[in-house]
Nanobody, 113 residues
């Protein structure tokens, strides 16, 4: 059974930083590209960033230069370092392979003064 367990969210002031983690199980983590998504209230889930098996990264324009995705294949874990957070980054953040129909609970990120 595929599982994604996201953590690391919280309440932070504008300009602050958070580091999200996603521990996976039920998949051979190292052979999958991995994605971070987010969903704000009233909005559809959107792709934030992707990292390939070879470590090539891609970012949505709205996080480029502020967020960094990384992975640790030995720990089956995906990370998202988020710097210079803005109120518009407030959302629930999820990880996924991009093709799995299983989703974790996500981790809430709230950016507010």
């Amino acid at each position: 059974q595929v599982q994604f367990v996201e953590s690391g969210g919280g309440l932070v002031q504008p300009g602050g930083s958070l580091r999200l983690s996603c521990v996976t199980s039920g998949i051979v983590f190292r052979i999958y590209s991995m994605d971070w998504y987010r969903q704000a209230p009233g909005n559809q889930r959107e792709l934030v960033s992707r990292i390939t098996t070879g470590g090539i990264t891609n970012y949505a324009d709205f996080v480029k230069g502020r967020f960094t995705i990384s992975r640790d294949n030995a720990k089956n874990t995906l990370y998202l370092q988020m710097n210079r957070l803005q109120p518009e980054d407030t959302a629930v953040y999820y990880c996924n392979t991009g093709t799995s129909t299983s989703w974790g609970q996500g981790t809430q990120v709230t950016v507010s003064p």
